[in-house]
């Protein structure tokens, strides 16, 4: 960081902590936010709830004699909440008002998991409510997509979001879903942040394996991201700055019926350019067109900007009819001058990169009686990717074009047999369609290819809970099938979890599941090199329809603070094409199909003392490609990092927050020339594929974040964040080409120390 620098953040750790604490007076009716936390104490226990709903809300201490099942009841005969014990030790506030509910809920098997607000529930999934969420090192504005990296078996291994890794997997094999519409873009400047938005996005559901029969796509995992289904009865609002965009947020009631949340981001970068923003520019345009050209070509006027907005419109049209709609649109766009003096004339000629989704859903939900629910699903996503390349030195332009436009229809019900057993039944339909455009005009070239699939899907699912809530299992069949391949495929899941000796619990997951769609890199300056991958569907030859099959089993404990978990497991997928791992050696350019096998173990071991949390996770991974076709018919897959430890710790106070961690893993696979022997008739003589690494990652975060009251209704988020904060350049990725007879490495780098800073104001 720049000595200039200095001063500013200096000036802001003092903004921080020079707002002073006010007591507040004693009554005979408390805040009920201040007898939540005498009661956590006195019973060793954790409430979960929003804090926004509790505003204004008073009542009497309850009496020190209560048990905590007289506790709860008494909270609930005086407050507008309900009280659910989950497990001894957490406690769910839920409005009373919130009556309406499609799907049973599934309940928390491990509180507190990493931090509060990230639990694990009996369905065997991750869940991270924002509402009770409290910090993560170098986060402060809850960004969704770095959120899920906390888990172990979850990481990018080039620091994106564009880029996330579950279990050794591509990004392309997630199954992104925004209130249930499947997303083919995740980031905001080109990966490094999410697009979706945290003030309105409340609650991510991380599944890993053992994915409910409803769902398809994703054979490594699925991202659930959902808005609140909570209808508001007046209003809220925030607005706020950071060093990378301006965002607002309003929950505005229509009716006691019916309510509306907008919210909206911009980057600021046409207004400020803040050290962040700096930062992030130098990464993504790093060992790309936009950062240099060829010779006798300047670039100059690069300008990126970004926005996105977003709304869900609630409407309960009855006690057993309940009517969403959603809307998403975001865009990308980096634009640059190329410059060149020929002849002395000087020509300039402007190149550009968009990215832009735009997506809709409505779902309607149906409360027939106590036993039967069902409710239907339709959405439209649509994503373009388009790239305008100027060559000046040829009198050239090149345009790109990489669109997806999908359309799903989905029906499902659900029967209560008894407080036991539940069945889940349902059928869906998906089309999608993909376009690829490249078009030159000079010499004159275009190819336009789409490809459109219908995929029907049929699922049952039956789920059963004990008497005594020690045991749950899910067990569910999803049967495909693809009309334009005539394919059938059948796909069991499997989710067991049952408690045992009060502390412990054990669980088997398992799961077979099927996508339809790839990102593949043709070359890598496509799309100027900054995102090269385009999305791809699967045609049943060369890019085959990609299947997986994972089982897995753990153990956990959960006492006095203490959590315990490890997980094993196995994954097996078939159907990847070299074109879509990103090669950079020598099978770049070599097109084939194949598979991958990992298989790993994933522990995290976790204590909390009052208000302080720290964890350590730690995940061991092998990863193995298999191409029947290549020299090398088994080798290292491209994600195969074997040793990960994440360590991190928290400490929380009224109005405070701080958080700090390091995250470590081994240095990711890379091939290295021949020694002695690197070039051959022009061409690099390789090693071994993947049979070195590069340099070990290490990384240091810090975040604080201080909340405060600036009047009677309105409050303040103040906090600041520092990423990679002992400036270590880490080692990334790395590719060798051949410049005028000799070898040429090109090493690219994590991002440096990267600031951040956050003010937010909600009235």
């Known amino acids: 960081m720049a000595i200039k620098n200095k001063p500013y953040f200096i000036y802001l750790i003092f903004l921080l902590f020079s707002f002073g604490l006010h007591a507040q007076k004693t009554a005979d009716r408390l805040p009920l936010t201040d007898v939540f936390l005498s009661l956590q104490k006195r019973y060793h226990i954790q409430f979960n709830y929003a804090e926004d709903q509790l505003e204004g809300i008073t009542v009497v201490t309850p009496s020190e004699n209560f048990t905590l099942e007289e506790l709860l009841r008494y ?3 005086n407050t507008p909440f309900l009280f659910e014990n989950l497990d001894g030790t957490f406690i769910l506030v839920r409005s009373k008002k919130d009556i309406f509910e499609l799907q049973q809920l599934s309940e928390v098997v491990l509180s507190e998991y990493i931090i509060k607000g990230i639990n694990k529930l009996n369905n065997g999934s991750y869940d991270i409510d924002f509402k009770a969420f409290d910090i993560l090192p170098g986060v402060i504005d809850t960004d969704v997509l770095q959120a899920v990296q906390a888990f172990p078996g979850i990481q990018s291994n080039n620091e994106t979001v564009s880029n996330i890794n579950i279990r050794a997997g591509s990004h392309d094999q997630n199954l992104i879903l925004w209130d249930g519409i499947k997303m083919y873009q995740s980031g905001h400047f080109f990966g490094l942040i999410s697009m979706f938005n945290p003030q309105i996005t409340q609650e991510v559901n991380v599944l890993k394996n053992g994915t409910k029969v409803s769902l398809t796509d994703g054979v490594s995992g699925t991202i659930s991201m959902e808005t609140s289904s909570e209808i508001n009865n007046t209003f809220k609002g925030s607005l706020g700055v950071n060093f990378i965009d301006a965002n607002g947020f309003a929950d505005i009631p229509i009716s006691e019926k019916s309510s509306l949340q907008v919210a909206a981001r911009k980057s600021i970068s046409d207004v400020a350019e803040t050290p962040t923003y700096t930062n992030f520019f130098k990464r993504i345009s790093q060992n790309t067109e936009v950062e240099r050209n060829t010779t006798n070509i300047v670039n100059s006027d690069q300008e ?182 005539k394919k059938h495929i059948v796909e069991p899941r499997l989710t067991f979890i049952h408690k045992f000796l009060n502390d412990f619990s054990f669980e088997v997951l398992g799961e077979f599941k099927h996508q339809n769609t790839s990102q ?87 204590k909390q003392i009052q208000n302080f949390n720290t964890w350590l996770s730690y995940s061991y991974m092998k990863s193995t490609y298999n191409f029947s ?63 070195s690494q590069l340099a070990d990652y290490f990384r240091v975060d810090l975040s604080v974040l201080y909340d405060f009251k600036i009047g009677k209704q309105t409050k303040a988020d103040l906090g600041i964040s520092i990423w990679n904060i002992l400036n270590r350049r880490n080692e990334i990725n790395n590719f060798y080409r051949v410049n005028n007879g000799s070898i040429h490495e090109t090493l690219q780098r994590s991002l440096g120390i990267t600031p951040n800073a956050i003010l937010r104001i909600h009235f």
């Open 75 to 77: 909270l609930e005969s």
């Open 304 to 485: 990126f900007d970004f926005y996105d907005t977003a709304l869900r419109w609630i409407y309960n049209i009855s006690d057993r009819d309940q009517l969403q709609v959603n809307f998403l649109n975001t865009y990308n766009e980096l634009r640059f001058n190329e410059n060149s003096i020929n002849n002395q004339f000087e020509t300039s000629r402007q190149s550009n990169l968009s990215q832009h989704s735009i997506a809709g859903a409505i779902q309607y939900n149906r409360i027939w009686n106590d036993k039967w629910q069902s409710a239907i699903e339709i959405y439209e996503t649509d994503y373009k990717l388009e790239a305008n390349n100027a060559n000046i030195l040829e009198q050239q332009r090149f345009q790109q074009e990489n669109i997806v436009s999908e359309t799903s229809v989905k029906l499902h019900t659900s029967y209560k047999v008894n407080e036991n057993i539940q069945l889940l039944n349902g059928y869906h339909i998906v089309e999608t369609k993909i376009t690829n455009l490249d078009d030159v005009d000079n010499p004159r070239f275009r190819s336009l290819v789409s490809e459109v699939l219908t995929t029907h899907g049929l699922f049952s699912q039956f789920n059963y809970k004990s008497f005594n809530n020690k045991t749950t299992l899910n067990f569910g069949v999803r049967y495909n099938y693809m009309n334009k391949f």
């Open 520 to 606: 593949v890199i043709n070359f890598q300056n496509d799309f100027l090199g900054i995102e090269k991958r385009r999305w791809q569907l699967s045609n049943d030859l060369d890019i085959p329809v990609i299947k997986s099959k994972q089982v897995s089993f753990g153990v956990s404990y959960n006492k006095k603070g203490w959590l315990a978990s490890v997980d094993s497991y196995y994954k097996y997928v078939n159907g990847i094409t070299t074109q879509s791992q990103g090669f950079q050696n020598q099978y770049e350019f070599v097109k084939t199909r194949g598979h991958y096998d990992v298989y790993g173990l994933d522990v995290i071991l976790r």
């Open 629 to 691: 076709s290549l020299p090398e018919k088994t080798f290292p897959s491209n994600f195969d990092i074997n040793h990960t430890i994440t360590y991190g710790m928290a400490y929380t106070m009224e109005h405070l927050k701080l958080s700090a961690g390091f995250n470590w893993h081994s240095g990711r696979p890379t091939t290295l020339p021949e020694v002695l022997n690197e070039i051959d008739d022009n061409t690099i003589n390789f090693e071994r594929s993947n049979s």
